[in-house]
């Protein structure tokens, strides 16, 4: 029997809206990509990584390192994180979409 991805977790989520800001890559026929921010929403946090509801296009691939900026709560600080893609679900298509992101120490 094979398990879901929420028995496979190690870690919990947690609950955790608030707006975040990621790097992505995005090409034009004929030249190089370029990294460009873009902004989303938290919509849950744990140990392990956050996953976040982009706005528009993902802009990231499965398997890519991906320049992260996590606001905190209290204070008007956004801490950079790297994380790696782990997942990408379409949410509504070519509107949003939910993003796994792991935390790559």
């Not at 938290?42 to 509801?53: A, C």
């Not at 801490?79 to 935390?103: A, C, E, H, N, Y």
Request: one cysteine or more; aromatic letters at 6%; glycine letters at 12%.
């Amino acid at each position: 029997m094979a398990q879901s991805a929420e028995e496979k977790r190690k870690v919990p989520r947690h609950p955790y809206a608030c707006p975040v800001t990621y790097m992505g890559k995005v090409g034009t026929p004929g030249l190089p990509p370029q990294e460009v921010a873009f902004g989303g929403q938290i919509v849950d946090l744990s140990n392990g990584g956050v996953g976040i509801e982009t706005k528009g296009q993902a802009f990231v691939e499965i398997g890519t390192l991906v320049k992260t900026w996590i606001p905190m709560s209290s204070v008007a600080v956004e801490v950079p994180v790297l994380t790696r893609v782990q997942w990408i679900r379409d949410k509504t298509p070519g509107i949003s979409q939910l993003v796994g992101l792991m935390f790559v120490l």
